[in-house]
Nanobody
Framework: VQLQASGGGLVQPGGSLRLSCSAF????????IGWFRQAPGKEREGFTC????????FYGDSVKGRFTISRDNPKNTVYLQMNSLNPEDTAVYYC????????????????WGQGTQVTVSS
């Protein structure tokens, strides 16, 4: 089983990026998928999750109204659309999978992907 986060890069403040979380050996629509991020010197932050189909979504206050999580089941991929990015969004972004519903604790996620770097800077 392998999860892979991709799509990171350098973007100017106010810009947008779309991250992808793809899986090998795992059917993502059977899992809740969460996105986490960790900035240098800071704790890892879980900020959004989509439950297994039909998939309720949850957002933390730091990203609500700017980020959108969605699924493309035929592609076995979960997307994170990030708009209105600011320097505080700079971090390594990770996706993780948990059976069925979005967990309350990050320790309940069963699978973790390698991260992708997002840098917001002018």
């Amino acid at each position: 089983v392998q999860l892979q986060a991709s799509g990171g890069g350098l973007v100017q403040p106010g810009g947008s990026l779309r991250l992808s979380c793809s899986a090998f050996g795992l059917t993502l629509d059977r899992y809740a998928i969460g996105w986490f991020r960790q900035a240098p010197g800071k704790e890892r932050e879980g900020f959004t999750c989509i439950g297994s189909n039909p998939g309720r979504t949850f957002y933390g206050d730091s990203v609500k109204g700017r980020f959108t999580i969605s699924r493309d089941n035929p592609k076995n991929t979960v997307y994170l659309q990030m708009n209105s990015l600011n320097p505080e969004d700079t971090a390594v972004y990770y996706c993780a999978a948990a059976p069925n519903a979005c967990p309350r604790r990050s320790s309940e996620y069963a699978y973790w992907g390698q991260g992708t770097q997002v840098t917001v800077s002018s």
